[in-house]
């Protein structure tokens, strides 16, 4: 029963590639989160949404950028991709107004 | 913003042995602490939580302890088992009820 989907379990992008990891969820919640883990820095915060349309910057914005178009889909884009940005990437999602996260299963992401 | 410091970041018991799990936080309006266990390869997923309401909570053999004055945190897993090997996550709620800031993590090994 996955409720948060993201489309790629592993990828390998060439640096300077455009690169778009996508997360859907079938939970209809509002919020949605992008989060980066790397060993020894626990889950860092790239970008969130509350909202279709709407987007605001996390703790490590810079080198990425976010759309929402629809409620269910919240894509993570790397503009130009480097190798620092080789890492796990987690999608979570949680309900407005609920505190608990479901989290995506992660997409592993190497820059080469 | 809100600061989670988690400590340790790696501990080592026998099977059978008790372990705790300690985190801080900064921002003494957040009221929602929950815990996540990330098993190797798997997504984080909540294991417990606990509300500034409430000083202790159990669930069979993890409880989590709070106290609000000296704003920390701590998981107690007794009666280790191999299978509670994975990475903890603890993490606080920020003081406008809508995004998690996670610790950094500890890594739990249990040798039998």
Not at chain 1, 75 to 90: F, G, R, V
Not at chain 2, 73 to 83: G, R, V
Request: with cysteine; hydrophobic share 30%.
């Amino acid at each position: 029963d996955v409720k948060v989907t993201q489309s790629s379990r592993y990828l390998v992008k060439r640096t300077g590639e455009k690169v778009f990891l996508e997360c859907v969820q079938d939970m209809d919640h509002e919020n949605m989160f992008w989060y980066r883990q790397d060993p020894g820095l626990g889950l860092r915060l790239i970008y969130f949404s509350y909202d279709v349309k709407m987007k605001e910057k996390g703790d490590i914005p810079e080198g990425y950028s976010v759309s929402r178009e629809k409620k269910e889909r919240f894509s993570l884009i790397l503009e130009s991709a480097s190798t620092n940005q080789t890492s796990m990437y987690l999608c979570a999602s949680s309900l407005r107004g609920s505190y608990g996260y479901t989290f995506g299963s992660g997409t592993r992401l190497t820059v080469v | 913003g809100e600061n989670v410091e988690q400590h340790p970041s790696t501990l080592s018991v026998q099977e059978g042995d008790s372990a705790v799990i300690k985190c801080t936080y900064s921002d003494s309006a957040s009221n929602y602490f929950p815990w996540y266990k990330q098993e190797l390869g798997k997504r984080p997923q909540l294991i417990i939580d606990i509300r500034s309401n409430v000083g202790e909570k159990k669930d069979q053999r993890i409880a989590v302890t709070l106290n609000k004055t000296a704003k920390h945190f701590s998981l107690h897993i007794t009666e280790t088992q191999p299978e509670d090997s994975a990475v903890y996550f603890c993490a606080a709620l920020n003081n406008a009820g809508n995004m998690l800031t996670f610790g950094g993590g500890t890594r739990l090994m249990v040798k039998p």
